[in-house]
């Protein structure tokens, strides 16, 4: 079994969401998307925990911010009170695929919606948060408020209104949850059928030193021992047993017992029984339980010593292999939805990579995981099929599914080379595509020229497609990731026709409001020449030769010398960096290292004078805006 389809109406900063899971989902995305509040709204449906429980009366603040102001305004604008519409939480899970068992558990909540390959029907559980009652007592009494307001003098319409609206209250106190099965909205669901469905959430704030000691009923080692322990204590049991006995006939207790029934007969009253003896009181199982910690390696630690990572790894490693059994000895559970917030929490790189492989093992047909990642190492390495990106597109929240519409080809191409680097595309608002190494350099340096603001500050990566093969990415925007990306690239009019036209298909085949092409004249065809026209006297012209000389000193120095206070030319200084053969052939390139030692200059001189390329500052104003 799984759950297919998650929707969610104003919940947090979901409006109106809806998303499609499988039997593993990553879900990724900016900060503050919503990650956390996707799963949190599935543990209103299906957790048990008492923290949850507690939760599903919601605070004003759980439910959508434009929603509540939407409320509000209707009666600022003094709508009729029959036709002001209360927002409501609405949190619906439609479930799939199941076995036998599970088909018992959810049989009675079928929906019409027929699975012609299962040839079976869907489930379905709604969890709705609603006013329970009419208000129109409570709706008179706010309008009333707002009546004896009166408007000030210095007061706008825009303000008055938002001082109205400020007065108003949310009914939140006449507002309560019912969760329901099926399609029938007055059929409350069986909470006896509920626990045989668990919902377990690894979040991002947890404490893995507390939880890997057993010493707390909530703590996740205590737990995982009760469950799997439970009445196969036996032997542990008689061993205490035989420890009473022993303590029994102890030579030392034996006399200091009849030191204590002297002392204690000296002062009690005459006739008084003074006979004292020692007992030993057996533990129930679950006190011996919590007197268990972990010790990690074969050099054994106190899980209190460890690192965060090392406890993080082991945390994970102890909670997975309980919750990924079939069933514990406490409970029959036929289906696990496992939520795991940041995997990669205080963990390197390497770990995290290792880490991402062995999660989707866990996926069973009564285990489903959604894992939530801010970590570009974990994206890279989890198939991209299963991976969500989440986005605002104006102000809604939306998912993307990676590779759904794109070409086979370009899907191959990036499930290969979307490194760790590259992978920053989807947690960016905004992206510029380059073709290598020096633009990567020197264009986050530009772009703060330019706007005294770094690309970060934006929510801006650069990613660097290592050639020409922009057209891969470019099919993932076009294909539905709505995020703003420029490519600047090299028109490259001097190589092949094949190669010169590469830019010129690329314009007319992706550009859009959202993507924006920008390529060098074909005059000067390559971004180091566009650098050195655009820099060829002045001080621009003197950092360059400053980055020329770090690259080639001799060579440098010699045409510096030559050239004077002439401006500089393009193809003789360009041909010191990129040195060919009379023939034409490539034989050292020092564009790189030249890169770099213009961006060391950059950073050391002042960079006021520096000229940024008309084609490079056209792309960062589409950027901008």
Not at 74 to 85: F, H, R
Request: proline share 3%; with cysteine.
């Amino acid at each position: 079994m799984r759950v297919d389809k998650l929707s969610i109406k104003n919940f947090r900063n979901f409006r109106n969401f809806e998303i499609e899971l499988q039997d593993f989902s990553l879900i990724i995305g900016e900060n503050n998307i919503g990650k956390s509040n996707l799963l949190y709204s599935l543990a209103l449906i299906f957790s048990s925990e008492i923290s949850f429980t507690a939760k599903r009366n919601l605070r004003v603040d759980d439910i959508n911010y434009a929603s509540v102001r939407a409320f509000k305004s209707q009666i600022v604008e003094n709508i009729p009170n029959d036709e002001i519409v209360f927002p409501e939480v609405r949190i619906e899970v439609t479930l799939s695929n199941f076995n036998e068992d599970q088909e018992a558990v959810v049989g009675d909540w079928f929906t019409g919606e027929w699975v012609a390959e299962m040839s079976r029907n869907k489930a379905k559980i709604t969890y709705l948060y609603s006013k329970r009652e009419d208000l129109n007592k409570w709706l008179n009494g706010q309008k009333e408020i707002l009546n004896g307001l009166i408007k000030e003098d210095s007061e706008t319409t825009e303000s008055f209104f938002e001082r109205k609206m400020s007065f108003i209250d949310f009914p939140i106190e006449y507002y309560s949850y019912f969760i329901f099965g099926g399609d029938d909205s007055t059929k409350s669901i069986d909470y006896r059928l509920m626990r045989y469905l668990k919902f377990e959430l690894l979040n991002a704030l947890r404490d893995p030193e507390v939880d890997l000691l057993a010493s707390g009923n909530n703590s996740i080692l205590f737990k995982v021992l009760y469950f799997q322990t439970e009445n196969k204590l036996k032997a542990v049991k008689q061993q205490l047993l035989n420890l009473k006995d022993v303590i029994k006939g102890n030579t030392e207790l034996k006399e200091l017992k009849k030191e204590i029934e002297l002392y204690l007969e000296s002062i009690s009253l005459i006739g008084d029984d003074t006979k004292i003896d020692f007992d030993f009181s057996q533990m129930e199982a679950v006190e011996m339980l919590k007197k268990i910690s972990m010790i990690y390696g074969s050099d054994p630690i106190p899980i209190s010593r460890n690192g965060l990572g090392r406890n993080n790894l082991l945390y994970i490693s102890l909670l997975l292999s309980h919750l990924l059994k079939k069933s514990d000895t406490k409970n029959q559970v036929s289906f696990r939805l496992i939520g795991i917030e940041e995997p990669e929490v205080h963990l390197h790189p390497h770990l995290q990579e290792n880490l991402a492989k062995k999660i989707v093992l866990g996926v069973r047909d009564y285990v489903q995981i959604i894992a939530t990642s801010h970590s570009t190492h974990i994206t890279s390495k989890l198939p991209l099929d299963n991976t969500i990106v989440l986005f605002r597109d104006n102000d809604e929240v939306k998912p993307y599914y990676l590779f759904r519409k794109i070409p086979p080809k370009s899907k191959v191409y990036l499930q290969k080379y979307l490194d760790a680097t590259k992978a920053t595309m989807f947690y960016a608002k905004k992206i510029i595509l380059v073709e290598g190494i020096s633009e990567l350099l020197l264009l986050p340096k530009f772009f703060e020229i330019y706007t005294k603001n770094s690309l970060e500050q934006y929510g801006c990566n650069i990613v660097n497609v290592s050639g020409v093969a922009f057209k891969h990415f470019l099919e993932t925007i076009k294909a539905g990731f709505f995020i703003k990306c420029v490519v600047i690239t090299d028109s490259d009019s001097n190589k092949s026709k094949r190669i010169a036209e590469r830019a010129y298909k690329l314009k007319s085949r992706y550009s859009s409001n959202k993507i924006l092409i920008k390529y060098t004249s074909e005059t000067l065809s390559t971004f180091e020449k566009e650098i050195i026209d655009a820099n060829k006297d002045g001080n621009g012209k003197d950092l360059l030769f400053e980055a020329l000389i770090a690259t080639r000193p001799i060579r440098g120095k010699q045409l510096k010398r030559v050239l004077g206070s002439n401006p500089i030319d393009v193809e003789k200084f360009y041909s010191e960096i990129d040195v060919r053969d009379n023939e034409g052939n490539k034989q050292d390139d020092y564009k790189s290292e030249f890169a770099i030692n213009l961006l060391n200059s950059l950073n050391k001189r002042d960079e006021s004078s520096f000229t940024i390329p008309s084609y490079i500052k056209e792309a960062f104003a589409f950027i901008l805006e």
